[in-house]
């Protein structure tokens, strides 16, 4: 298992606590701008975005929130109680949307530079 992610905390990290918790061997491939442009140009990420958790068979999952959810169905950390399941999910869309702000400043900062 492969995740493609920037080599800094963001909406990819809580990827790898996820798997770091579940204790998941995954090679953590930690992306600078080239390395980035480069695999976007051979069409490796889909939507053009990171993170991507690449599985063991080749298949492909992004988007964060649907990365955690399919971990979380995988290793046992999704409740069965359907409202249970709603504030998990709920708790960490929240935290996505507080992070993703963060780098809309951090990303203009550096175009001004």
């Known amino acids: 298992m492969k995740l493609y992610y920037f080599d800094l905390y963001g909406i990819g990290e809580p ?5 770091t918790y579940c204790k998941v061997q995954f090679e953590d491939i930690r992306l600078d701008g080239d390395k980035m442009v480069k695999l976007k ?5 889909e939507f053009g975005q990171t993170p991507m958790l690449e599985l063991d068979d080749g298949t492909r999952l992004v988007q964060t929130s649907a990365i955690l959810s399919y971990l979380g169905s995988q290793h046992g950390m999704v409740p069965d109680d359907a409202m ?8 960490v869309q929240h935290k996505l949307d507080m992070i993703r702000p963060l780098f ?10």
């Not at 140009?41 to 990420?45: C, M, R, V, Y």
């Open 104 to 113: 809309a400043c951090i990303s203009e900062a550096d175009e001004h530079l």
């Open 84 to 91: 249970m399941r709603y504030w998990g999910e709920c708790t």
């Open 41 to 45: 140009s051979e069409g490796l990420f």
């Open 15 to 19: 990827i790898r606590m996820l798997l």
